[in-house]
């Protein structure tokens, strides 16, 4: 066999696996996403649900700080549960993904944000998964993760794994 025959042979399976690739793209990525987020969601949820409310403890910025502690508590835990839930079923999708956004910038000033900073280099010591020492840097990281990983599931939709789908396919 000639090389150009191996090259050609190798192009026509780049070219199949891409097309296959393809015809996946609107269905398994946004549903990898929405599982993941649901079971990160969900987790963060029930550990509130059958915890205790720490938001007393918490500065929240304005207009959230206008509600009773109680009443983030119980507005978090919600749409943490049922956004988990409509996350995995693709119900809803963009809504929740909106909700979970909102959620998740409120805790990321209230909670992860860092204390005290006054340059740059301060603030990006912030960006790791855990405040290990204290040292007021903040630990954003992993929710700046899930902000952009609701983006796709906001801006494109649920995928063709999804209620949404096939509500919108019966009813469109």
Do not use: Q
């Not at 649901?38 to 938001?55: C, I, Y």
């Not at 918490?58 to 207009?63: L, M, N, T, V």
């Not at 049922?82 to 809504?95: E, N, P, Q, V, Y």
């Not at 992993?142 to 096939?166: Q, T």
């Amino acid at each position: 066999m000639h090389i150009c025959s191996f090259a050609t042979a190798g192009l026509n399976l780049y070219k199949k696996i891409i097309e296959s690739l393809n015809f996946f793209s609107d269905s398994i990525p946004p549903l990898f996403l929405r599982v993941l987020l649901a079971w990160e969601f969900g987790e963060a949820g029930f550990e509130k649900l059958h915890g205790t409310n720490w938001f007393v403890d918490i500065a929240f910025p304005f207009p959230f700080n206008l509600l009773p502690p109680d009443i983030s508590w119980g507005m978090a835990t919600f749409f943490e549960i049922t956004g988990a839930f409509a996350l995995a079923f693709g119900l809803a999708t963009r809504f929740f993904s909106i909700s979970l956004i909102i959620l998740t910038i409120v805790a990321i000033a209230s909670v992860h944000w860092p204390a005290n900073w006054s340059t740059l280099s301060e603030l990006i010591k912030g960006y790791r998964i855990v405040d290990e020492n204290g040292d007021g840097f903040g630990n954003y990281k992993l929710p700046v993760i899930y902000l952009m990983m609701l983006l796709p599931l906001l801006f494109g939709g649920a995928g063709k794994l999804s209620m949404d789908y096939l509500i919108n396919k019966r009813y469109n």
